[in-house]
């Protein structure tokens, strides 16, 4: 199976004539942590909402040389405190993992707690790559008063925060736009990538990458038949879409995928938006972001 998933993968960026892909939503957690989140996806817990099987359950070693083999170039590991008191372990394992694998970017994670303006200072200094975090899980407003000075060092620093605000799967009284453009309007120049196109309110966060020249949006699982079960993608947006096509980046959720990694690439070319707008999206605009040649 992977060895012609992975023939297809390369046919697709190949015929785009790109270096290969630049992922910006994959996963690499603690064995202990990924056992624990998996667990909800197998039972459809209460943050999932649905049976979800996942497909890509090889050990970390061979998902890294999944990727490669698909010619994913770098990816984060988007790691995502959800209480106080984990950020710091999380961040040092990705810390870890990046410098062992060498397309994973070191990616890291906050929390709103006394700790975080000192740790998240101490991690831009030292070159971290990539934010995430996850307002469904973490049950944090992005505007929390305890992340004031988070968001001032990261607005100077112009270093990307994968942020996990849409309701989608499940919604709570964390996620949704609303914490997000309170806080763009106190940050304007912040780089925030939205995960999975903030659907469901996949308007709302597109007027958003329309006001704000950080915002991004990044593609996981918005344009899915398994995600359109729930929460179908407006078509009605697309030519907007088109036209924020420097602001669009890919990403697939990897290795929590119900489906093949190719089948995303398939159903992002079906949105028919043109070869240009794929280019700009699996590779240019993520190595933008990022300072890759």
């Known amino acids: 199976m992977t060895d012609a998933e992975a023939g297809w993968v390369r046919a697709f960026w190949q015929d785009l004539g790109l270096p290969g892909l630049i992922d910006l939503h994959v996963h690499f957690l603690p064995p202990?942590?990924?056992?624990?989140?998996?667990?909800?996806?197998?039972?459809?817990?209460?943050?999932?909402?649905?049976?979800?099987?996942?497909?890509?359950?090889?050990?970390?070693?061979?998902?890294?040389?999944?990727l490669r083999d698909f010619g994913v170039r770098c990816y984060p590991t988007l790691p995502?405190?959800?209480?106080?008191?984990?950020?710091?372990?999380?961040?040092?394992?990705?810390?870890?993992?990046?410098?062992?694998?060498?397309?994973?970017?070191?990616?890291?994670?906050?929390?709103?707690?006394?700790?975080?303006?000192?740790?998240?200072?101490?991690l831009v200094a030292d070159g971290v790559r990539v934010f995430k975090i996850h307002l469904q899980v973490g049950e944090f407003h992005l505007d929390d008063p305890l992340l004031d000075p988070v968001w001032k060092t990261l607005e100077s620093a112009g270093t990307p925060v994968v942020v996990h605000a849409g309701s989608g799967p499940v919604g709570n009284e964390f996620t949704g736009p609303a914490?997000?453009?309170?806080?763009?309007?106190?940050?304007?120049?912040?780089?925030?990538?939205?995960?999975?196109?903030?659907?469901?309110?996949?308007?709302?966060?597109?007027?958003?990458a329309e006001q704000y020249d950080g915002v991004h949006l990044d593609t996981s699982m918005a344009f899915t038949d398994f995600f359109?079960?729930?929460?179908?993608?407006?078509?009605?947006?697309?030519?907007?879409?088109?036209?924020?096509?420097?602001?669009?980046?890919?990403?697939?959720?990897?290795?929590?995928?119900?489906?093949?990694?190719?089948?995303?690439?398939?159903?992002l070319a079906g949105l028919g938006l043109g070869d240009d707008w794929l280019r700009a999206v699996c590779w240019g605009n993520a190595a933008r972001l990022l300072g890759i040649p």
Do not use: C
């Open 32 to 66: 202990p942590i990924e056992r624990a989140v998996w667990r909800e996806f197998d039972t459809g817990g209460a943050k999932i909402g649905r049976p979800w099987p996942i497909r890509y359950r090889q050990s970390q070693e061979e998902r890294a040389a999944l």
């Open 80 to 122: 995502y405190a959800h209480k106080p008191g984990v950020a710091s372990y999380l961040n040092e394992w990705s810390r870890a993992f990046a410098a062992d694998v060498p397309e994973a970017l070191w990616t890291a994670t906050f929390y709103p707690e006394p700790e975080a303006p000192a740790y998240v200072e101490d």
């Open 179 to 208: 914490s997000t453009a309170r806080l763009l309007a106190r940050f304007p120049r912040l780089v925030l990538v939205v995960a999975h196109m903030g659907t469901p309110e996949a308007e709302a966060f597109l007027e958003l």
């Open 228 to 267: 359109a079960e729930r929460h179908v993608y407006p078509r009605e947006l697309l030519p907007r879409l088109a036209a924020l096509q420097g602001r669009v980046v890919y990403g697939s959720d990897f290795p929590t995928l119900p489906f093949a990694y190719v089948d995303q690439l398939g159903w």
